[in-house]
């Protein structure tokens, strides 16, 4: 039996002349945290509401647990939750009749968890929905995802409004669902969010998945960061294989190295070094490289 | 910024925007009302031009007309729920008796909804507080409003006046372009004053919805005081206290009587001036009237979908029925009274109606004809509803959840069908009801047979509405409120005479009997409920093989 909680086959959708994605294959285990980058009009809200029934494919399949999300959207359901970026909800209700409802919809509410989370999340649910601000309209979606305890996590731009207290909550909480063995699917612009949250990161451009792995497998392909300042002359180090952006100020250096980081470290060890600072590139820088490979934004 | 990033900033100076600051608000809410000023213009003109052309036709002798006459414009409960029926005898007074009342409720429902939808409902929707960010105040943008609202109503008045005056200058008709002007204007004033109302009541209350609330219970107030002002009661002094009153006053096309445009110009100005003053006093968003913003949980309903569909429309179809109960209730009132001294040019005109039968049979048959217009907006607002839900998001929170489209959708039709069986119920019950009180004989069983025998034209117009929800989701309110529109036209037409039977086939109305002058004819209405499941049906199967789509 497959271990995937979600799994896309070459799932296409058209709008018109408009490729909104484009042949995705994806796979997410079971229990994984997985995020989902790409700048706006990517793709990635319409490979959510692909795997959520709401679109239909173009072409290609997909798979939650095993189960077809066309051809078994009820049962597939009854096995996620999904937060959506822009809430929407019913401004007459009050917080607590919408939790209500969504958990009673669902069929399954921790009800002790709820309450917990309403604590956590400082909602005040007997106020109506239209008096609540968009941070609250986002909490009550968050906590009526996270209260079913589904398997699988879909979440879309799920921090959107919330402020940093409430996102390190949620963050809690995301750490918390995988320690439970939930799986999460997260698509997001921030980039932090994703970076301290997800086991594995897909990039998407133009609606075609154009990365995906670890955060330690994407900085292993990408260029290391590494500054330098020098006692006496600087050294030229445009020459030194691997290198490249060399930035000189004074007797300081900067530069990036992709690949084997011996030849730069041998002609470093022959100038007068006396400050040498490597990093790794962040998520940030990843994705901003990624996306400046054409010299254009997806 | 990153070079890589590709976007090649480039920086220039500030252009100046075209268009005042000072006016782009007014233009773009003059935008929007020019729109429904244009379409509902057009529906006043044809109804005007319909109502004059119809009488000269039907009454082509002095006889007749003075038969007319004699049978309405005596009649106190005719007066009271149309208004006094001074000259039956000419094209004027006809006009002015037939349609006028109509077309002030229409105007003031009309400037009602316009006014909130562009008040409120932009501040309900945020876009208010993007407008407010530029050079503009609350006073100024809600001023700035109103000088657009003011534009499509002038844009409403033009074509109503410009239909009517041709339709005047047709030699039969014989009515002048200047007395059709004052008409078209007495027409339209109901409508200046209510999207003054609508504006006051945008600044009242927190929502657009409690926004209308207000406006139509102040013209439900209205209306009553001057049927009161009009039952021969002896308080027809009380006309001057209600806005419609004041419009019947102007008493435009029979003795025009232009000192009654006074009051409803320093109504309409005053509530304008109160409107503007009152945006300023208050925030953004907020309500001088208090909302209330806390409540204790209510849980009965919500059980899923169509639970929570039945708590959201509760108020609005309470609304109808009370609507439908209580015009049938006064149908079955004025039906003895009204039926025997209907003359035979009358009865003519009913039966181009497709009403058949004479007497009380037939006027009842006219009154229930309007009932089944009323369900058939019913069943136009049940499957708007429905769209509405899908433009405005709220139905993705049910189509992530274990809730199959064919659920969601089946309830929703199932609870439309529901409260159309019970309109129809509603409005046989209540017309028997008011009949027995004046001893006219119908029985309960064939009223609500007539009752019941209303719902299968709303049927179909539901599952007309569905069948475009399924295919084409965009369309669905314009192609409802179309088939409901083009069914009302050929039922107005048809009082022409002149209408061949395949146009008259296209009305879902006309397929209707005329109960209870003739018995219901079941086999046509089970036909109608088979259409509109069936249309239903196929809306259905197209809706589960869709995508879901935003407004």
């Known amino acids: 039996m497959s271990n995937s909680a979600l799994r896309t086959e070459g799932l296409t959708k058209h709008f018109g002349d408009v490729v909104a994605l484009d042949h995705l294959d994806l796979e997410v285990a079971q229990g994984e945290v997985v995020g989902y980058l790409g700048p706006n009009g990517a793709g990635k809200t319409t490979t959510i509401r692909l795997l959520l029934g709401l679109s239909l494919p173009t072409e290609g399949r997909a798979e939650i647990f095993g189960l077809d999300c066309q051809r078994q959207p009820v049962q597939t359901h009854r096995r996620l939750a999904f937060v959506a970026g822009e809430a929407n909800l019913w401004p007459s209700l009050t917080g607590a009749e919408t939790l209500a409802l969504l958990g009673r919809v669902h069929g399954q509410v921790d009800e002790a968890y709820r309450d917990e989370l309403i604590e956590r999340f400082d909602l005040d649910p007997t106020k109506k929905v239209r008096a609540y601000s968009k941070g609250n309209h986002q909490k009550v979606i968050l906590i009526a995802a996270l209260m079913v305890r589904p398997d699988l996590l879909v979440l879309d731009e799920p921090t959107s409004g919330l402020d940093p207290l409430m996102e390190q909550t949620f963050r809690h909480c995301i750490h918390e669902a995988r320690e439970r063995g939930q799986t999460v699917f997260l698509s997001s612009h921030m980039m932090s969010e994703v970076e301290a949250l997800c086991d594995r990161v897909g990039i998407l451009r133009d609606g075609k998945l154009v990365e995906i792995g670890t955060l330690a497998e994407m900085r292993h392909l990408s260029a290391l960061t590494v500054e330098a300042r020098f006692d006496g002359a600087v050294p030229d180090l445009s020459v030194v294989p691997g290198v490249s952006a060399v930035d000189v100020n004074g007797s300081m250096v900067r530069c990036q190295v992709r690949g084997p980081i011996e030849p730069l470290v041998k002609a470093l060890a022959a100038a007068d070094v006396t400050d040498l600072l490597s990093r790794e590139p962040s998520l940030e820088e990843l994705f901003l490289a990624r996306y400046g490979e054409d010299g254009r934004a997806g | 910024m990153p070079a890589d990033l590709g976007i090649r900033a480039r920086i220039k100076a500030p252009v100046r925007a075209s268009g005042s600051p000072a006016t782009v608000v007014t233009a773009l809410s003059a935008r929007k009302a020019l729109r429904s000023g244009v379409l509902w213009g057009y529906i006043f003109g044809i109804a005007i031009a319909s109502s004059e052309i119809s009488y000269v036709k039907i009454y082509k002798t002095a006889a007749q007309r003075a038969s007319l006459a004699a049978t309405y414009g005596t009649s106190k409960a005719v007066s009271a729920l149309f208004g006094t029926a001074p000259q039956l005898q000419t094209v004027h007074g006809f006009t002015v008796f037939k349609i006028s009342m109509t077309l002030m409720i229409l105007g003031a429902v009309w400037g009602l909804l316009t006014s909130t939808r562009l008040l409120r409902g932009e501040e309900d929707a945020g876009r208010w507080d993007l407008l407010l960010c530029g050079q503009t105040t609350r006073r100024g943008a809600t001023a700035q409003t109103m000088v657009g609202l003011g534009a499509g109503l002038v844009t409403l008045w033009a074509l109503t006046a410009i239909i009517a005056v041709l339709a005047g200058l047709e030699s039969s008709v014989g009515i002048g372009a200047g007395p059709s002007i004052y008409f078209a204007l007495a027409m339209v004033a109901t409508a200046a004053m209510f999207l003054a109302v609508g504006a006051v009541t945008s600044q009242l209350a927190a929502t657009r919805r409690r926004a209308t609330s207000f406006g139509a219970a102040f013209l439900g107030i209205s209306y009553g005081l001057r049927l009161i002002a009009d039952a021969g009661m002896g308080l027809h002094g009380l006309i001057w206290t209600s806005p419609l ?174 409260v159309l069986v019970l309109s129809g119920v509603a409005a046989g019950i209540l017309a028997w009801l008011g009949a027995a009180t004046q001893h006219t004989g119908f029985s309960v069983a064939s009223l609500l047979g007539a009752g019941i025998n209303l719902v299968p034209p709303a049927i179909v117009i539901l599952g007309i509405g569905v069948l475009t929800f399924g295919l084409r989701p965009r369309a669905t309110s314009i192609v409802v409120y179309a088939v409901l529109g083009w069914s009302l036209l050929i039922v107005i037409v048809g009082g022409f005479g002149t209408v061949s039977h395949w146009v008259l086939d296209t009305s879902v109305f006309h397929h209707m009997a005329s109960a209870p002058g003739v018995p219901p004819n079941w086999e046509a209405n089970g036909i109608m409920t088979a259409v509109g499941a069936a249309a239903a049906l196929v809306g259905g199967l197209a809706f589960r093989r869709r995508d879901l789509e935003g407004a």
């Open chain 2, 245 to 418: 009153g004041w419009v019947e006053e102007l008493q435009p096309l029979t003795s025009p009587h232009p000192l009654a445009f006074v009051p409803i110009v320093a109504f309409t100005a005053i509530l304008a001036a109160v409107a503007v003053h009152l945006a300023g006093t208050r925030d953004v968003g907020a309500s001088i009237v208090a909302d209330q913003t806390h409540a204790p949980a209510r849980l009965g309903l919500l059980f899923g979908p169509t639970g929570l569909s039945i708590r959201l429309m509760r108020g609005t179809v309470i609304g109808w029925w009370v609507a439908i109960g209580l015009s049938a209730f006064i149908y079955g009132l004025i039906v003895e009274s009204a039926g025997t001294t209907i003359s035979g040019s009358v009865n003519e005109v009913f039966s181009k109606l497709g009403v058949t039968g004479t007497g009380p049979d037939a006027v009842l048959g006219v009154c229930f004809l309007i009932e089944a217009i009323l369900i058939g907006f019913v069943a136009a607002g049940q499957v708007t509803a429905a769209r509405a839900e899908e433009a405005g998001g709220t139905i993705d929170h049910f189509m992530v959840q274990p809730v199959s489209r064919a659920a969601w959708l089946g309830g929703r039709c199932l609870l439309a069908l529901v």
